[in-house]
């Protein structure tokens, strides 16, 4: 499976952005996909997954109720809608999949990388 992202830019806070990712190769239906996220400095991060049969979602704390990811079956891409932004998600944000409808949350644990995107939020 390859992972293609776009999106992300440069925003003030309180603004948006939109992530996008499209998978291309053999989709199965316990496949999810999902965001990483990585700031200078720090580890890799979870932000937030869905699983590809069903649409089930997950979100890191820190972006529960700011950020939504969705899916397109038809064109095989995940978005991740991203409101309200701080300057502390500022990060390269990383798509990445899996199988078995379960997303690793430790980014040695991930089996497939799009390649990275920046987003800064300045204040």
């Known amino acids: 499976v390859q992972l293609q992202a776009s999106g992300g830019g440069f925003v003030q806070a309180g603004g948006s952005l939109r992530l996008s990712c499209r998978a291309s190769g053999r989709i199965f239906s316990s496949y999810v996909m999902g965001w990483f996220r990585q700031a200078p400095g720090k580890e890799r991060e979870f932000v937030a997954a869905?699983?590809?049969?069903?649409?089930?979602?997950y979100y890191a704390d820190s972006v529960k109720g700011r950020f939504t990811i969705s899916r397109d079956n038809a064109k095989t891409t995940v978005n991740l809608q991203m409101n309200n932004l701080k300057p502390e998600d500022t990060a390269v944000y990383y798509c990445?999949?899996?199988?078995?409808?379960?997303?690793?949350?430790?980014?040695?644990?991930?089996?497939?990388w799009g390649q990275g995107t920046l987003v800064t939020v300045s204040s």
């Open positions: 990445a999949g899996a199988g078995n409808r379960f997303l690793p949350r430790n980014a040695d644990d991930v089996p497939y």
């Open positions: 869905i699983i590809w049969s069903g649409g089930s979602t």
